[in-house]
Nanobody, 117 residues
Framework: QVQLVESGGGLVQAGGSLRLSCAAS????????MGWFRQAPGKEREFVGF????????LYADSVKGRFTISRDKDKNTVYLQMNSLKPDDTAVYYC??????????WGQGTQLTVSS
């Protein structure tokens, strides 16, 4: 079992920056993939990006490429989502997740980001 706790959401003006954190605990996850997703009101959950914990390889959605950066602190078992040049369209609840055997199996509770214009 893996537990995930997101933090760092809030209200920010367009063009601003914010960093989300996702602290993981429970089973070791050296081979896991950790991802970020978001869900805006009335829309389906959207993939933002993921990081492979062991190798550090990254993949981003086109909508955030060049503006968002995923990183990790192995000692803290924490993954970060640095968001720059924020737009009102980035407003959503942001979730981190861990994939196990090819499925997004574990999810955090989500943290709200609101970007004002």
């Amino acid at each position: 079992q893996v537990q995930l706790v997101e933090s760092g959401g809030g209200l920010v003006q367009a063009g601003g920056s914010l960093r989300l954190s996702c602290a993981a605990s429970g089973r070791t996850f050296s081979t896991y993939v950790m991802g970020w997703f978001r869900q805006a009101p009335g829309k389906e959950r959207e993939f933002v990006g993921f990081l492979t914990w062991g190798s550090g390889s990254l993949l981003y959605a086109d909508s955030v490429k060049g503006r968002f950066t995923i990183s990790r602190d192995k000692d803290k078992n924490t993954v970060y989502l640095q968001m720059n040049s924020l737009k009102p369209d980035d407003t959503a609840v942001y979730y981190c997740a861990v994939a196990d055997n090819g499925q997004w199996k574990y999810w955090g509770q989500g943290t709200q980001l609101t970007v004002s214009s």
